[in-house]
């Protein structure tokens, strides 16, 4: 079975797809991850983004993987664990330039049907229900208001001690906007748009925890199992 979750920069995705693989036993497939890692690798190799071909040559050569190492789930490039270095501003605003040139799209789309080969997956990013997965069991397109989601992103990153409320507002405005341009870029590329499925659902997490949507999710998963 193939549960397929889209979906906007931070409306939850990961967190709640990570929650759904555990009560269900599932392998869970983070798409984003891959494409931080090919503009993080882009990067640390002195490639220039602009350089269409060279970004899709190096998508083509490097082998991407994903293996648990202490009970976390590690994505490596080549055997070098690249899990932290994907997740910094860096590749934050750089990522949906690599992942709108269609080399880069058509080499990481072996590597992520092959997860779901003799699996059942929860699969999430931007394109799994439309062209990665176009038949897959359950499709869901998760949304929720940007600012909502610019906040989660900032709280999620200040850990327990979120700043005091000046702060705290000042990085929600710059977190909105590089989430807003990050959303722009992934919902104009010609190749594999972040758009919804036809036969999608459609939930706006804006008003609802983490529990609400993924009880939701989960009788969907019910239901069509
Ligand atoms: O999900 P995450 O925010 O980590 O994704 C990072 C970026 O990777 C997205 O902004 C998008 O440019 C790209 N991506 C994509 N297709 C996917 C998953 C992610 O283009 N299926």
């Known amino acids: 079975m193939i549960v397929a979750i889209d979906g906007p920069a931070g409306s939850g995705k990961s967190t709640i797809a990570r929650e759904l693989a555990q009560r269900f036993g599932f392998e869970k497939l983070d798409t984003g991850a891959m494409y931080r890692a090919v503009a993080f690798m ?20 490097i082998t991407i993987r994903f293996a648990p190492v202490e009970g976390a789930l590690r994505i490596t490039v080549d055997g070098r664990d690249v899990s932290r270095e994907i997740r910094t501003p860096a590749v934050d605003a750089t990522v949906s330039k690599v992942a709108a040139y269609p080399g880069v799209r058509e080499a990481m789309l072996e590597p992520q049907r092959a997860v779901a080969e003799g699996h059942d997956i929860v699969a999430e990013g931007r394109d799994i229900g439309t062209v990665v997965f176009p038949d897959a069991e359950v499709k869901v397109f998760l ?6 989601r610019a906040r989660r992103r900032v709280l999620q990153r200040h850990g327990g001690d979120a700043p005091d409320a000046e702060a705290l507002e000042r990085e929600v405005e710059e977190t909105l906007a590089a989430i807003e341009r990050r959303d722009a870029a992934d919902a104009g590329r010609a190749v594999a748009p972040l758009v919804e499925a036809p036969d999608a659902v459609e939930i706006d997490s804006t008003a609802h925890t983490i529990d609400e949507v993924c009880d939701r999710i989960a009788r969907l998963i019910e239901e069509r199992r």
């Open 143 to 148: 949304t929720a208001d940007p600012r909502e």
């Open 42 to 61: 882009a990067a640390d190799r002195g490639i220039d983004l602009d350089d269409e071909q060279g970004v899709e040559a190096l998508a083509r050569t």
